[in-house]
Every structure is written in structure tokens, then in C-alpha cells.
């Protein structure tokens, strides 16, 4: 059972002593270096990751690229990564351009958002490779700003294909209702007051939702897609296509096996491969868009054990993070696990639940896991942290936000500071 457990954990992740180490690192020194609640970054996962998308990219006959989804984590050291190894970020706002920005000047930048404001606008069009356009008004402005004389990047159009991909509702995005994207009659006008207004629209844009791990949905936008583009006249015969990301990974033992990359990925080459013979549309850049699926796995988050209440028929195990750290179980109601970091050969003799700090009955970490009869001060460790969390993380309750440590080659580098200031400080 502990194989189970500890397959979600990033791949240098190791029991020694038994004790758990991350490239040779005994966590629980670095939980009590460091200090809790403690994220760390495994650069060796996201490396395997990124490779495994590369890979399957290598059978598109046409150019392709990975574009990393800056809203599942950012830091100095993934974006450095980022830039290393040829992938693209994924903005969806003024901060997130800044950001990125900042930590490598080169790296192509494309543009999401769905109500722009004028700074995000403005910065988009000083930094980005890319803008997605999302909405006719976003449209009207940026034709106006064409007609001022500023030069666009290239623009792509977020088509909502009105398809219901199978996860929580609050990752839904590819529905008819959904507040993402144009129709199809959005994108067509769209297209006209391009025309009229002698400005080229470069590429289609969607993106269904996340944390879904069957292709049926994406495959039916992947076909309204191609249906659409073939309606459009593109200049010069080059355009972009971007089925968004989305790919789920499991966050609990019981989500296992990890669900198969290459096959989702080898269904949306071959649709699209051979949609755009059937429609007789020319072979688009293919442009990949995923978050979750490169960086989750990279990140553990640790936390230290406070108090424990032993009651009948339930422990609760309260940790010094929680809801403002990690708010998804409460957003999503995801189910996660966790291991202690040292007595791993302890058996698991009891059920508990794990709870933040935070003054919400919602502030569970973890329902219902059994556990080893751990004490007061001992550590925790919770696997598959490293999309969503630090990146969604608050200052609720007066909260600092975590230290986060990206460790790659041996080496660990400070990827944040822990908080040590609020708007009041
Ligand atoms: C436009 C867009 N692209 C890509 C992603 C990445 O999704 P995931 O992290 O599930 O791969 C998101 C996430 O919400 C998104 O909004």
C-alpha cells in the first residue's frame, strides 16, 4: 500500500532510514531548516513530464510547441526552467506577464484572459508572442488600438465549442453557458471585422476545463474546431491551433493508476492530423497548453502536526496550513493523501482527518485516510501539490504565504520566501 501512496510523489522521491528523501534530502531536516507549512519542487519530475509531451509531439508533421499554463504555479526557477527547454507561458494577467518577464526575457509569452483590463492590454502588447482573444468587446478594442497604429502580436480567437467535458463543474469551460470564449457566430464576425479592418487573425483557441481524464469531450472540440477553421480564409495558408490543456492527474491512492498522457495525447494528433485532410484545412502549428499534468507531481507540500484530538471513531491531525495554502479541497472537493516523513514501517492503524488552522469547518486538508499512529510536532508530507495550490494560495486568517524550495540538479534554491508581511505590516 505504501508503493500506492508514494507513486504520487515526484519520481526522486525515495525512503531512507526509514525516512523520506528527495534527491538525498531527509525532508524532515528541511521541513525543521525551513520551517512549515513547506512546499518543495522536484525539477527532475517536471523535466520527465515535459518530455513525455515532447515526445509524443515529435509524430505532428507540422511545427508544435508546449505552452506551460502559468496559472497552475509560476516562480523564478520554473520560469528559468521554462525557458531552458523551449516551452511558452500561459499569462492571464498584467501580474503574470510582470512576472514572467522578469525571470526570463526571451520567453514567448501568450496571452489569456477573460475581461482584459486595460494594463493587462497594455502589457500584453509590449511582452506577448501571443493574445487570445476571448470576447467581441476585447475585439473592438484591440481593432481600435490597430486603428491607433500599435503593432498587435498575433491573435487567435478562444472558441467555446460548447462541449461538457466530465469534471467538476467549477473546471468546467467548454460549454455552451460558459463565461470563456466565442461561438462559432462570435468567431465568424469576429473574423469579418478582422477583414474589414485589414488586421489578420492568426489562430483558434479553446479550452474545455480541467482535470478531466477522458478524451471524449476534447475530441468533439477538437472536430467543432476543425468544422470552423474550415470556414475561414487563412492568410498566407499558416495558422495556429491550440486545443487548450486540462489533462487530470490523480491525487489520491484510490485515482490510481496515473492515467495514460501518451494515449490522450496520440488521439488529439491523429484527430487533428487527419481532420485537417478531411476538411482540407493546411496543417496548423499545433500549440499544447497544459498546467497540471507537467508541474502537480513536482510538488509536495509539508506541513508540521500541532495537535491531535483522538476521538471515538475519528483522530484529526491539525496542521499549520490548510485552506489559505492549499484551498482546492474546499473549491473542488479534492481528495487528497499524505505520508508522515519519518516511521514510514509504522503500520496504518488509524483513520484520520486532517485539518488546517484556519477558522472554517471547511479547512480539511484530508477526510478519512488511514494513517500510523503519529504525535504531536511530527511531520506530514502531501503528494501532487504542485499545480493550483501556492499559485491560489491567500492571506486568509492573517495567513503568511509558504516558503516554496525548487530543487534540481542537488542543488536547492529559495523558489519564494516564506511571507513575512501583510497590508498592514
Ligand atoms: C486557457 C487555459 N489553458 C490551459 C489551462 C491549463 O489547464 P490544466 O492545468 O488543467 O492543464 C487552463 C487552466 O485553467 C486555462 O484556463
Not at 251 to 272: F, M
Request: with cysteine; charged share 20%.
Amino acid at each position: 500500500m505504501i508503493e500506492k501512496r508514494l507513486s504520487l510523489f515526484p519520481i526522486s522521491i525515495d525512503v531512507q532510514n526509514d525516512q523520506l528523501t528527495l534527491q538525498g534530502y531527509a525532508l524532515q531536516e528541511l521541513a525543521r531548516e525551513y520551517g512549515t507549512p513547506l512546499y518543495l519542487y522536484d525539477a527532475a519530475t517536471l523535466a520527465h513530464q515535459y518530455h513525455r509531451y515532447r515526445q509524443a509531439l515529435q509524430r505532428y508533421p507540422g511545427r508544435a510547441s508546449i505552452t506551460y499554463a502559468g496559472k497552475a504555479y509560476l516562480s523564478p526557477g520554473l520560469i528559468r526552467w521554462l525557458a531552458a527547454h523551449g516551452a511558452w507561458v500561459d499569462c492571464s494577467s498584467a501580474g503574470e506577464i510582470l512576472a514572467t518577464r522578469k525571470f526570463s526575457k526571451r520567453i514567448p509569452i501568450l496571452v489569456h484572459g477573460v475581461n482584459k483590463s486595460a494594463s493587462d492590454l497594455e502589457l500584453a502588447l509590449r511582452f506577448a508572442r501571443t493574445i487570445v482573444v476571448d470576447n467581441l468587446s476585447e475585439w473592438q478594442r484591440l481593432i481600435q488600438l490597430h486603428r491607433q497604429g500599435h503593432v498587435l502580436p498575433d491573435l487567435w480567437l478562444r472558441f467555446c465549442p460548447g462541449v461538457l467535458t466530465h469534471t467538476h463543474r467549477h473546471i468546467q469551460t467548454g460549454h455552451e453557458t460558459s463565461k470563456f470564449g466565442m461561438s462559432a457566430e462570435e468567431i465568424l464576425s469576429a473574423i469579418r471585422l478582422a477583414e474589414q479592418n485589414g488586421m489578420r487573425v492568426q489562430g483558434l483557441h479553446f479550452h474545455i476545463g480541467s482535470q478531466w481524464r477522458e478524451t471524449t469531450a476534447v475530441l468533439q472540440a477538437i472536430e467543432e474546431t476543425l468544422k470552423l477553421a474550415s470556414e475561414i480564409r487563412w492568410v498566407e495558408e499558416r495558422w495556429h491551433f491550440c486545443p487548450g490543456g486540462g489533462w487530470g492527474v490523480p491525487y489520491h491512492e484510490d485515482d490510481l493508476p496515473w492515467p495514460a498522457l501518451e494515449n490522450y495525447l496520440e488521439e488529439i494528433l491523429s484527430l487533428t492530423i487527419h481532420g485537417v485532410q478531411r476538411y482540407g484545412l493546411p496543417l496548423p502549428d499545433l500549440h499544447l497548453e497544459p498546467g497540471r499534468s507537467l508541474i502537480a507531481q513536482a510538488g509536495i507540500a509539508i506541513y508540521q502536526i500541532g495537535t491531535i484530538k483522538r476521538r471515538p471513531g475519528c483522530t484529526w491531525l491539525l496542521v499549520d496550513g490548510g485552506l489559505a495554502d492549499n484551498p482546492r479541497p474546499a473549491l473542488y472537493n479534492a481528495r487528497y493523501t499524505a505520508l508522515p516523513l519519518q516511521g514510514l514501517g509504522r503500520a496504518w492503524e488509524e483513520q484520520v482527518w486532517i485539518g488546517g488552522p484556519y477558522c472554517e469547518s471547511g479547512d480539511v486538508l484530508i477526510q478519512d485516510l488511514a494513517f500510523p499512529k503519529v504525535e504531536e510536532g511530527e511531520y506530514i508530507a502531501v503528494p501532487v501539490s504542485g499545480a493550483y495550490q501556492i499559485s491560489m494560495a491567500s492571506n486568509y486568517n492573517g495567513a503568511y504565504r509558504p516558503a516554496v524550495l525548487w530543487i534540481e540538479d542537488g542543488r536547492i534554491e529559495i523558489d519564494q520566501k516564506r511571507e513575512k508581511k501583510l497590508w498592514w505590516q
